[in-house]
């Protein structure tokens, strides 16, 4: 058993109810921001599993003090939107009963899959589940979408030898940003984020980015990661398949695509450590800067 504080056990006991028994406790593989453990409590004769989040990045919570209740918000409006997500159970806002800002919520079975038997299945799945999200309305909700990089001042990354096409692009993305109609999204939809049960999408998980905001954020969120985790054809193969499952709904523009990727762009491009911990070997940090490069290149294309 791995040993959260007691302080933060008691709060799960009591949140869930006083008097059950903590049968087991693990680190869940795969968090990059917050400690996040999966947690069995016994009650009578049943037991049933949970997550428990908690934030210990001090410079994100400097950010965003209310990331915690940001999350809990979008766990209960996608929920309530008959979304596969986790259900509420309880947010620590303050950290004052866990010691660090928390978040308990229900654990969904399945597992998270990179390494498909059946690629095209597997990306239709992830395209119809992600259409799921976007069908729900969000003008009521509070959290907006924003880029994460300030595209007036951001310059061509030093890494790249393609200085002239990143500033192409990045101008591209300070200039010409579309209207577009705004939609629940979830803000960090990518496999890693997706359970699968059975050769189905059982859940979307890591919900504390949801906001109302453009559809093509979240295809291009997928997109950049499909690029560097398998290549520009997957990346491609997937849009295919989104605007498939979407239908007249969905308007592509290359302007999305090109904003997920320059988000990315706060150093050179680095194996995303939740894939080495989900069991994806054999990739290095110099396949992505090509990667990102032959995705970015792949964009500019399409403007």
């Known amino acids: 058993m791995i040993e959260l504080p007691n302080r933060a056990l008691e709060w799960v006991v009591d949140s869930v109810c006083p008097g059950a028994k903590v049968t087991s406790v693990s680190r869940l593989l795969g968090g990059t921001s917050s400690l996040i453990h999966s947690i069995t409590l016994q009650t009578g004769q049943e037991e049933?599993?949970?997550?428990?989040?908690?934030?210990?990045?001090?410079?994100?919570?400097?950010?965003?003090?209310?990331?915690?209740?940001?999350?809990?918000?979008?766990?209960?409006?996608?929920?309530d939107s008959g979304l596969p997500a986790p259900q509420l159970v309880a947010c620590d806002q303050s950290g004052e009963a866990c010691g660090m800002p928390a978040v308990l919520m229900?654990?969904?079975?399945?597992?998270?899959?990179?390494?498909?038997?059946?690629?095209?299945?597997?990306?239709?799945?992830?395209?119809?589940?992600?259409?799921?999200?976007?069908?729900?309305?969000?003008?009521?909700?509070?959290?907006?979408?924003?880029?994460?990089?300030?595209?007036?001042?951001?310059?061509?990354?030093?890494?790249?030898g393609l200085s002239s096409e990143w500033t192409r692009a990045i101008a591209y993305a300070r200039d010409r940003r579309p209207a577009a109609k705004t939609c629940f999204i979830h803000r960090d939809y990518h496999p890693a984020n997706v359970l699968w049960t059975g050769g189905s999408v059982s859940g979307v998980v890591d919900w504390i980015n949801g906001c109302r905001g453009p559809?093509?954020?979240?295809?291009?969120?997928?997109?950049?990661?499909?690029?560097?985790?398998?290549?520009?054809?997957?990346?491609?193969a997937f849009l295919s398949a989104y605007e498939a499952a979407a239908g007249k709904t969905f308007a592509y523009?290359?302007?999305w695509d090109l904003v997920a990727l320059i988000d990315t762009l706060f150093g050179p491009p680095a194996v995303f450590s939740g894939w080495k911990a989900l069991g994806v070997t054999g990739l290095t940090d110099?396949?992505?800067?090509?990667?990102?490069?032959?995705?970015?290149?792949?964009?500019?294309?399409r403007i």
């Open 48 to 79: 049933a599993d949970y997550v428990l989040r908690l934030i210990n990045n001090e410079e994100w919570l400097q950010e965003e003090p209310d990331a915690a209740w940001h999350e809990a918000e979008s766990l209960l409006f996608a929920s």
């Open 106 to 160: 229900t654990k969904i079975s399945g597992s998270v899959v990179l390494r498909p038997e059946n690629p095209d299945r597997w990306l239709g799945g992830l395209a119809d589940t992600l259409t799921r999200i976007h069908a729900v309305p969000a003008d009521g909700f509070a959290w907006q979408y924003a880029a994460y990089i300030d595209l007036e001042t951001l310059e061509a990354p030093e890494w790249s």
């Open 215 to 236: 559809a093509g954020i979240d295809v291009g969120q997928c997109r950049s990661d499909l690029a560097q985790l398998y290549d520009v054809a997957t990346a491609d």
């Open 253 to 255: 523009d290359p302007y």
């Open 286 to 301: 110099g396949m992505m800067a090509e990667r990102v490069d032959a995705y970015m290149l792949s964009l500019l294309k």
